[in-house]
């Protein structure tokens, strides 16, 4: 059964760092694009940063830009996303995704077939 499983999430003050884990299990992450996401109460899931599923393509939203990185390690089957330089505004739930392919989709989470259940991310003093 194909699953992903985000991980790390937490309280952390402003100006805080944490790492999310994006583990898969029933596929081989490796021949595909993971994505994450967020969704913070009242407002739509936006995508906040993809890679390619060699890693050589990273790309980011505007807001995360500088502040967050992704990276992945195949032979572990596992996403991250560093978040350093919190702000309140990235309180929201994080969920990573997979499109089915190993390139990102140009479009938001409609393209996406897999995803996690969320890990919780609050940012408060």
């Known amino acids: 059964q194909l699953q992903l499983v985000e991980s790390g999430g937490g309280l952390v003050q402003p100006g805080g760092s944490l790492r999310l884990s994006c583990a898969a299990s029933?596929?081989?992450?490796?021949?595909?694009?993971i994505g994450w996401f967020r969704q913070a109460p009242g407002k739509e899931r936006e995508g906040v940063s993809c890679?390619?599923?060699?890693?050589?393509?990273?790309n980011y939203a505007d807001s995360v830009k500088g502040r967050f990185t992704i990276s992945r390690d195949n032979a572990k089957n596992t996403v991250y996303l560093r978040m350093n330089s919190l702000k309140p505004e990235d309180t929201a739930v994080y969920y990573c995704?997979?499109?089915?392919?190993?390139?990102?989709?140009?479009?938001?989470?409609?393209?996406?077939?897999?995803w996690g259940q969320g890990t919780q991310v609050t940012v408060a003093s």
């Open positions: 029933g596929f081989t992450l490796a021949y595909y694009a």
């Open positions: 890679i390619s599923s060699g890693g050589g393509i990273a």
């Open positions: 995704a997979a499109p089915g392919f190993s390139s990102c989709p140009k479009g938001g989470p409609d393209e996406y077939d897999y």
